[in-house]
């Protein structure tokens, strides 16, 4: 089992930056494939991004490519998510989640940390 806690978010102008962590214990996050999702609110849960645990180009959801990055450093057990040029429709909680599936469902990842705010002001 892993457990998994964000950390990161805060207030941010439109157009800023922010970097999210999720750290992650009990298990070493090479061995699972880590994503992060957010959910706004009165809105469902959505898949941000995700990384694998194979040599793999990442995958973000299209309202995010080319601002986001996802990566992860294995000796730190952590994974990161970049956000660059953030818009007003940013403003979520972010989750940081793990799965041994491939895939962006979130029904699918089995571990979830608590979350983080991010809330980006016009």
């Known amino acids: 089992q892993v457990q998994l806690v964000e950390s990161g978010g805060g207030l941010v102008q439109a157009g800023g930056s922010l970097r999210l962590s999720c750290a992650a214990s009990g298990r070493t996050i090479d061995t699972y494939n880590m994503a992060w999702f957010r959910q706004a609110p009165g809105k469902e849960r959505e898949f941000v991004a995700r990384?694998?645990?194979?040599?793999?180009?990442?995958v973000y959801a299209d309202s995010v490519k080319g601002r986001f990055t996802v990566s992860k450093d294995n000796a730190k057990n952590t994974v990161f998510l970049q956000m660059n040029s953030l818009k007003p429709e940013d403003t979520a909680v972010y989750y940081c989640?793990?799965?041994?599936?491939?895939?962006?469902?979130?029904?699918?990842?089995?571990?979830w940390g608590q979350g983080t705010q991010v809330t980006v002001s016009s």
């Open positions: 989640a793990a799965t041994v599936k491939f895939s962006n469902r979130r029904d699918d990842y089995f571990y």
């Open positions: 990384i694998l645990t194979i040599v793999a180009s990442p």
